[in-house]
């Protein structure tokens, strides 16, 4: 099967399950934003996604951003999902759409300064460590609310809801818990009324367990595997 058929086949399994997941959920399926996961495929294989109507997608790594921005048309949009460094922040802060991976305040206060040198406000999501796992990064959910307080001051940072990554299972029920209890945070954190921040975004769910996550309430899900296969990690680029 040619890799546009192959994509296209997947996207519109993807499509299919987040529709069922919307129905069941008693929800819109406008309500779900789909971030195809990028990391380690090609910008040939991007390009294909994008004919078939894909415009937004997720990098975990600066280096591949900045190798797939100049490679894609200027509409696509551009989601930071993993674990950023402080001092790789000035190479994605003009064309980021968000950044999903906030998880301190130091790192909240680099993306300001850089996005002030372009006259932008740059859309944040805090990532929250709901498992607890030692592996994970993110804020843990009892310091999310001081740190979001203190984020909400910056003038070039605009927090826009909260990020999860969610524990590898076997069975993706094993993760509704995590979910479910991401968007009780979010609404604990909603009733707070801090300036300058809303919580209209819940990125949660990969390949794996999203319709578990558009359950619970995931506004945005990150899938990579579910629409390109199996990362190849020889020619991330």
Not at 176 to 186: E, I, Y
Request: negative net charge; charged residues 25%; proline residues 3%.
């Amino acid at each position: 099967m040619e890799m546009n058929d192959e994509i296209a086949l997947n996207l519109r399994k993807v499509e299919e399950n987040i529709s069922e997941a919307c129905r069941k959920s008693g929800r819109d399926r406008k309500s779900v934003t789909l971030i195809a996961v990028t990391k380690t495929h090609p910008a040939e294989m991007i390009q294909h996604a994008y004919q078939l109507g894909i415009h937004i997608y997720g990098e975990n790594k600066v280096q591949e951003l900045e190798e797939k921005f100049s490679k894609l048309p200027d509409d696509v949009e551009w989601h930071m999902i993993g674990h950023l460094q402080r001092n790789k922040v000035k190479y994605i802060a003009e064309r980021i759409t968000m950044i999903h991976s906030v998880d301190s305040f130091r790192l909240a206060e680099t993306i300001d300064k850089e996005a002030a040198k372009y006259n932008r406000i740059i859309p944040v999501l805090i990532e929250v460590n709901m498992s607890g796992e030692e592996s994970k990064f993110g804020a843990a959910p009892s310091e999310t609310p001081e740190l979001i307080t203190s984020i909400s001051h910056l003038s070039n940072v605009q927090v826009k809801g909260l990020m999860t990554v969610a524990p590898d299972v076997e069975d993706p029920e094993q993760n509704r818990s995590v979910f479910a209890n991401l968007k009780k945070l979010s609404v604990d954190i909603t009733n707070k009324n801090i300036d300058n921040v809303t919580m209209d975004v819940l990125s949660m769910g990969m390949t794996g367990d999203y319709a578990v996550a558009i359950e619970e309430g995931a506004t945005m899900v990150r899938i990579g595997t579910g629409l390109f296969g199996k990362r190849n990690y020889g020619t991330a680029l």
